[in-house]
């Protein structure tokens, strides 16, 4: 089984950069595709990007696409999500989830961490 933290939220000016981390407890880290998703107030929570068990596949959310980078380190049992130039529609809980299947559709996924927030201002 996962369990999963996240951590590195807070708040930040447009146009700055804050990177999430993720760290997973378990020895079997490497079977899951790991996911970032957010949830904005009186939103539903949508998906941001994906990478595979391996690391060598991405995905993202093409609201977020060339600005934010995710990456994991399966040694560490951590993913991580890069965000840049930051938007204040960007502002959301960020939440890390697990998933047997590389995918988007966050009712695929098994396990989520608690979230942490990120606030944009303008």
């Known amino acids: 089984q996962v369990q999963l933290v996240e951590s590195g939220g807070g708040l930040v000016q447009a146009g700055g950069s804050l990177r999430l981390s993720c760290a997973a407890s378990?020895?079997?880290?490497?079977?899951?595709?790991m996911g970032w998703f957010r949830q904005a107030p009186g939103s539903e929570r949508v998906f941001v990007a994906v990478i595979s068990r391996s690391g060598y596949s991405t995905y993202y959310a093409d609201s977020v696409k060339g600005r934010f980078t995710i990456s994991r380190e399966n040694a560490k049992n951590t993913v991580s999500l890069q965000m840049n130039t930051l938007k204040p529609e960007d502002t959301a809980v960020y939440y890390c989830a697990a998933a047997r299947e590389y995918g988007s559709d966050p009712r695929h996924y098994n396990y989520w961490g608690q979230g942490t927030q990120v606030t944009v201002s303008s």
């Open positions: 378990g020895r079997t880290f490497s079977s899951y595709a």
